[in-house]
């Protein structure tokens, strides 16, 4: 598959993040919080500097929003939204499920998409109707429809210890539907793990537009369903996620968050 300059950039920018942060990985690192559990190293930072730098240098005019250091330039008709390591806690433990999430949205919507998962050697790529892939290979969502027969995935937000009550109550009601419930820690991982079947659906609420601006193209673009929990698919710039392999399977899952099964 032939990708725009625009996809092969946000490759290029992946991959030179996530080669920074293998050199920290499994290193001793200067951790700093943003909060008191949200926490942030050089590796977040230096990758988000490589990041940005290959991005800058084929398109210098474009706008850039990044989890790191307030860089903010959503304004701009094209803006590259950058997490330069979802998963910073599982990186900070040695825990090998992390990435580089690179999205870039052109007026309204996402245009192309990746997602690199550094040391497990996946790059998930997408580009507005062209599917998804993996590692070159195109890439589908499950066609499991019934809930019990769908192995769902999920995270917590940072604000779960302080305002918790929903969080828990949907946890509790979808592990009750679905044959299983996994929490790998990266939600831009989660979406793509969607994306290629691994799991049936995603939700969380409490994220940002860098967790979740690629993931969404590329469940899009593998045949699945993404919306917030009010069923809105303008999902980017929203609080609440819910990506799926279906139509029927987003329905009921919505029905379960919102209390109407």
């Not at 993040?17 to 990985?25: D, E, M, P, R, T």
């Not at 700093?32 to 977040?44: F, L, M, R, S």
């Not at 967790?211 to 699945?224: C, M, R, T, Y």
């Not at 899952?253 to 109407?260: C, E, H, Q």
Request: net charge neutral; glycine share 8%; with cysteine.
């Amino acid at each position: 598959m032939e990708f725009s300059s625009y996809t092969s950039t946000a490759l290029a920018a992946a991959k030179e993040g996530a080669s920074v942060l293998l050199k920290y990985y499994n290193s001793v690192l200067s951790v700093e919080y943003k909060g008191e559990i949200d926490p942030v190293t050089q590796a977040d930072k230096n990758s988000q500097k490589a990041i940005i730098k290959v991005i800058k240098d084929v398109f210098p005019h474009h706008g850039i929003l990044a989890e790191e250091d307030g860089v903010n330039e959503i304004n701009k008709d094209y803006c590259w939204i950058i997490d330069p390591l979802d998963g910073t806690v599982n990186f900070v433990h040695g825990v090998p499920i992390f990435c580089v999430s690179v999205g870039l949205k052109y007026k309204d919507e996402i245009v192309s998409g990746v997602i690199y998962s550094p040391v497990m050697k996946e790059v998930f790529v997408s580009e507005k109707n062209k599917g998804a892939w993996l590692n070159g290979k195109k890439i589908k969502v499950s066609e499991v429809k019934d809930t019990i027969r769908a192995l769902a995935v999920t995270g917590f937000p940072y604000y779960v210890r302080k305002d918790g009550v929903r969080v828990m109550k949907n946890f509790e009601n979808i592990v009750l539907e679905s044959q299983g419930i996994r929490r790998l820690g990266s939600a831009a991982l989660d979406m793509a793990y969607v994306a290629c079947g691994r799991f049936d659906f995603f939700w969380e609420e409490g994220l940002k537009p860098w967790d979740i601006a690629a993931g969404v193209l590329i469940v899009q673009e593998a045949g699945g369903k993404v919306s917030d929990y009010c069923g809105s698919k303008d999902v980017v710039f929203k609080d609440t996620m819910l990506a799926s392999n279906s139509v029927v399977m987003h329905e009921k899952i919505l029905k379960i968050i919102n209390g109407k099964k």
